[in-house]
């Protein structure tokens, strides 16, 4: 099955593959149960184009409905997916995981520093005119460096002094050098299509680093891929993001075009990517599923030199890893996140260098069965071979560990609220007016996505590889009121890298839940500082809470209390989660922590709801928008805390 983010995708034909190298990786090494091995090509790519961030908020209001501006262009494409059962519009009753959890206390903490970042108001509207789509869910990136802090969502960026001051705010596509999403005076879509932002700020190099997917659309301008598809990756010159920076794009359609891999079904798309680095490497990992077929491949990781895509140059060498057969068992690899590291001197050097990478396998694109009791240890070796400038001499490693069971979970109520997407949906003209067509179906509000228990954020430090992910928990105040909710399950491990032959070995340090009874605990993202304390970022929402931005403190001694930092003032009212929309309520699908490496501190990116509004205040003038604060369309927001 085919899942939507409800945004609309991404691509660039601007990459030159040079000629390519298959072969077997040499020293490519599986866990106990067996892997047929990680293959590994190697190509170079095109770098150098530049661009810079636009200052400026070219705003645009959206017109009366009977102008029809939304309804013009309802049908958005398919983007991220998904093969797991959580994708699915409706699921059996929630009935009991099995799995068991302590009932966390939940305490506002209102920090010092937290502001409302990047809303969808100002995402559809306030960028490029208002040519864009309207998107869900956020996909929130967050970095800080040089005295600044970057956000980046589907599909705009921000720039933000230490204080919480916008500085900049652009459209992604516009950021990319690429046409708009959508004309909004023809209806026709633009050409190529961004998503799914992952950045970092690299204390190497001292540089931020921004990497999106962007798809080709077909060249009728109808927002359907064509199939090709890059990993667009922008690299600061300097300590400001307000400066140049150069672009260098990698072509993931995996068919054979274009120097890339053939691999079965593809074309593909390099769906979810992430990013993580070592002393030597920039690393990007993706799942690979097919466009046009169901199935899903395998992750991939691109592994290249930081340095040299810190330099700008024209062209890049890339090492591409397909790990369609490396997991143990000769599984597939799933969601296989890099890790970053607090600082330069955080990174592991044994073997020539290692980059580390954590993953789960209940998901069902890892052959998995809904539950599962195994944590995945990733490592890329000899990663120094990576600034050679020739083909680099990888190798791969992995080792499955057994941890505490965790389970996909269900969709997580929320609290019930006013809904004026809902109301308007179930009035055809109203509905006519943002959907082009009556709502047949009788819309009420929903629950949201928790994703599927792949893994979310990791991190490597003092020789720590820490990590988290959602997971169906029981919890409750009392035997009688136990219900399954989503929680999050966290880990903190001790990988071992031979240096005499890189091979891997690891041990699960600690590990626990974090659950709260009659709430959901959602989209965690965990982030280190410098002496090994750590912070997982979450959304709560639930019976009690509407979407919030919270976060929870990770010591040697476990967690503690959920933290609310911004209390939701009403629930989530996005076109996905309803059935004329395809009915999939998406939230997420990830959030962010990022450690100043100025000061230490540490600061999480959360998505969250911050308004709530009637169907008349929803009607009046300008349609939609209650005031400037959602759209006609959808209600999320985003916020970003210091937590120190």
Known sequence: ????????????????????????????????????????????VRGGQTTRLDRGTAGAGEVAPGAGEEAASAKVPVANRSLSSNAKADRAGPGLSGIGAPNTPVVPSPAPTSFQAINHHQQRLEVVGG??????????????GGGFIFEAVNNAVAVYDM??????????????????????????AGPKQTTDPTCLFDPTTNRFFLTVLTYDAVPSGDPAPSGHNTLDTAVSSGLSPLGTWSITHIDATDDGSGGTPSHPGCPCIGDYPHIGVDANGYYITTNEYPFFTDGFVGAQIYAMSKAQLASG????????????????GDQPGFTVWPAQSPTAGQYATTANGTEYFLSTNAAEEANGTGTSSDLLTWSVTNTASLNSGVAPALNVHVAKSTVNPYAVPLPAVQKAGPTPLADCLNVTACAKA??????????????LDSLDSRMQQVMYANGMLYGSHGTAVDVGATASTTAQQTGVAWYVTAPVTDPSNGNLTTA???QGRVATARNNVLMPSLGVRANGSAVIGVTLAGLDHYPSAAYVDLTAGGTGAIKVVAEGVGPEDGFAGYRLFGARPRWGDYGAAAIDPRTGELWVANEWIAQSCTFAQYQATPFGQCGGTRTALANWSTRITKVG
């Open 434 to 447: 943002v959907s082009g067509t009556p709502d047949k179906f009788k819309e009420t509000e929903r629950p």
């Open 1 to 44: 099955m085919r899942a939507s983010r409800g945004f609309i995708g991404l691509v660039s034909s601007v990459v030159l593959a040079g000629a390519v190298m298959t072969a077997w990786a040499p020293g490519v090494h599986a866990g106990s149960s067996g892997g047929s091995g990680a293959v590994i090509t190697t190509r170079v």
């Open 163 to 188: 204080d919480g001051n916008r500085l900049a705010l652009d459209s992604l596509n516009h950021f990319f050098g690429y046409p708009v999403e959508i004309d909004r005076t023809t209806g026709a």
């Open 313 to 328: 140059a024209n062209s890049v060498t890339v090492s591409q890893i397909d790990t369609s057969r490396a997991a143990p």
């Open 131 to 144: 040519n864009q789509w309207s998107l869900e869910p956020p996909d929130q990136a967050l970095c800080i």
């Open 508 to 510: 699960v340090v600690n």
